[in-house]
């Protein structure tokens, strides 16, 4: 599917191969029961929430506005060549089989990620800490020391 606007909630399951294409989704995404799925420079302004372990994944080029919770999930491949995240995703107990290339994601620093949350009284610091610590173990897992540093200095602010 190309260039196609989804304007409400949508769920995607049983199927073993789906791929977007310059997508807009403006509701939630629930992904469940699939192996492969692409979504190619395409934007999520709300939650996308994963049901279910994959085999390759490939979120070239897309851009995400909400929080994302990558926790708990085991990918065999993953791609976020050019993503961009403006909340620091959530990758706690996540698995990959492969490395996973992280230079060029664009992640918020953390006073970014601060002045975009709604209410700064229900925010816990120590959360946004953990989520920066997890990417720099990721970006050290993938010998991307420019991303290490970045992430441990964001972990620091």
Not at 136 to 154: G, V
């Amino acid at each position: 599917l190309e260039k196609i606007i989804f304007a409400g909630d949508i769920k995607i399951s049983d199927s073993s191969f789906f791929k977007f294409n310059k997508c807009h989704f403006y509701g939630n995404v629930e992904l469940d029961e699939m192996k492969k799925f692409i979504f190619s420079n395409c934007h999520f302004y709300h939650k996308l929430e994963f049901n279910h372990n994959f085999e390759d994944g490939n979120f070239k080029g897309s851009v995400f506005y909400k929080d994302v919770n990558f926790s708990g999930l085991t990918f065999k491949r993953i791609n976020f060549n050019n993503t961009k995240f403006y909340k620091v995703p959530n990758f706690e107990f996540t698995e990959f089989s492969t490395q996973i290339s992280l230079s060029k994601i664009t992640i918020p620093k953390t006073k970014q990620a601060i002045e975009d949350i709604d209410n700064i009284d229900h925010i816990f610091l120590t959360d946004l800490e953990a989520k920066y610590r997890i990417l720099k173990s990721m970006a050290i897992f993938s010998n991307d020391y420019e991303k290490e540093l970045e992430f441990f200095s964001n972990e620091l602010e």
